[in-house]
């Protein structure tokens, strides 16, 4: 059993900076990839990047476009943690983030490919 708790939502303006962290209690979390999601009031959740499975390369990462080139997704083994820098906030960035864990290794953007969530933080980016 996985579980993961994100922190490090909040308030922002436009153009700031937050980091959100993923933390799970599995120890074989490096074994798992993390996905990260985000929900705007009234709309789907909509994938916004996912971090590979740790392997002997290292790992891998992968971005919707609409945050490509401003937000970086890392994982740190030590600390059973994924991290999502997110850069030049933008007000459409305002949603509920989840993150989700997944040992199923298909495409990595459908929300249904993941087996574990977390319960989410909020991010509010005013203009």
């Known amino acids: 059993q996985v579980q993961l708790v994100e922190s490090g939502g909040g308030l922002a303006q436009a153009g700031d900076s937050l980091r959100l962290s993923c933390v799970s209690s599995g120890r074989t979390f490096s074994t798992y990839r993390v996905g990260w999601f985000r929900q705007a009031p009234g709309k789907e959740r909509e994938f916004v990047s996912f971090?590979?499975?740790?392997?002997?390369?290292?790992?891998?990462?992968y971005y919707s476009d609409s945050v490509k080139g401003r937000f970086t997704i890392s994982r740190d083994n030590a600390k059973n943690t994924v991290y999502l820098q997110m850069n030049n906030l933008k007000p459409e960035d305002t949603a509920v983030y989840y993150c989700?864990?997944?040992?199923?290794?298909?495409?990595?953007?459908?929300?249904?490919?993941?087996?574990?969530w977390g319960q989410g933080t909020q991010v509010t980016v005013s203009s």
């Open positions: 971090v590979s499975a740790i392997t002997r390369n290292g790992y891998s990462t």
């Open positions: 989700a864990a997944t040992r199923n290794y298909t495409t990595g953007y459908s929300m249904r490919e993941y087996n574990y």
